[in-house]
T-cell receptor, first 111, second 115 residues
Framework: KQEVTQIPAALSVPEGENLVLNCSFT??????LQWFRQDPGKGLTSLLL?????REQTSGRLNASLDKSSGRSTLYIAASQPGDSATYLC??????????FGDGTTLTVKP | ETGVTQTPRHLVMGMTNKKSLKCEQH?????MYWYKQSAKKPLELMFV???????ENNSVPSRFSPECPNSSHLFLHLHTLQPEDSALYLC??????????????FGPGTRLTVL
């Protein structure tokens, strides 16, 4: 059974800092890994999707890396802004249907 | 409408009521999903449909009954729920098929409260 751990559980930083969110998973036989953000009481917004054959993906100030063999992914956020405040979720997908989610990292960026 | 929509956005029901949640995707996708998000728990997959066929049932109690009449619509029929079923119910869609490499897009969710 896939287990996903996200560290840290919560993070508070001043505006402008670069930061790294970590995701580890126990079953390395994944098809892809997706990073999402979730604002309080809202749905999930897809940020980045990394296929199992890829090492990283970039979108704007976000960069996600994947080390499948060691069961780890990181999300790097450059020059953080207050609007980045949200909960960030990673979800490795182990087969055609099933994604497993971590508990998330709740990020607060202070002006 | 664009993306994935869900109605209603909020629902309060008694334990003896019967209600349905609706999800519609406007992305031309072939796979649709129901997830449950309870307070202080990770998001849990409930059901997956690929090309209208159910391909995943994650040991969900029978008081939750999904229906997928076509690739664009997904319903979750609710009956005889318990207070612990109160949660945010999220619908998602993706391109689908067997490859498994596709990106999931989520709706805004239905906040369900069972009294």
């Amino acid at each position: 059974k896939q287990e996903v751990t996200q560290i840290p559980a919560a993070l508070s930083v001043p505006e402008g800092e670069n930061l790294v969110l970590n995701c580890s998973f126990t079953d390395s036989a994944i098809y892809n890994l997706q990073w999402f953000r979730q604002d309080p009481g809202k749905g999930l917004t897809s940020l980045l999707l990394i296929q199992s054959s890829q090492r990283e993906q970039t979108s704007g100030r976000l960069n996600a890396s994947l080390d499948k063999s060691s069961g780890r992914s990181t999300l790097y956020i450059a020059a953080s802004q207050p609007g980045d405040s949200a909960t960030y979720l990673c979800a490795p997908r182990a087969n055609a249907g099933k994604s497993t989610f971590g508990d998330g990292t709740t990020l607060t960026v202070k002006p | 409408e664009t993306g994935v929509t869900q109605t209603p956005r909020h629902l309060v029901m008694g334990m003896t009521n019967k209600k349905s949640l609706k999800c519609e995707q406007h992305l031309g996708h072939n796979a649709m999903y129901w997830y449950k998000q309870s307070a202080k728990k990770p998001l849990e997959l409930m059901f997956v449909y690929n090309f209208k066929e159910q391909t995943e049932n994650n040991s969900v109690p029978s008081r939750f009954s999904p229906e997928c009449p076509n690739s664009s619509h997904l319903f979750l029929h609710l009956h005889t729920l318990q207070p612990e079923d109160s949660a945010l119910y999220l619908c998602a869609s993706s391109q689908g098929g067997l490859a498994g490499g596709d990106e999931q897009f989520f709706g805004p969710g239905t906040r369900l409260t069972v009294l």
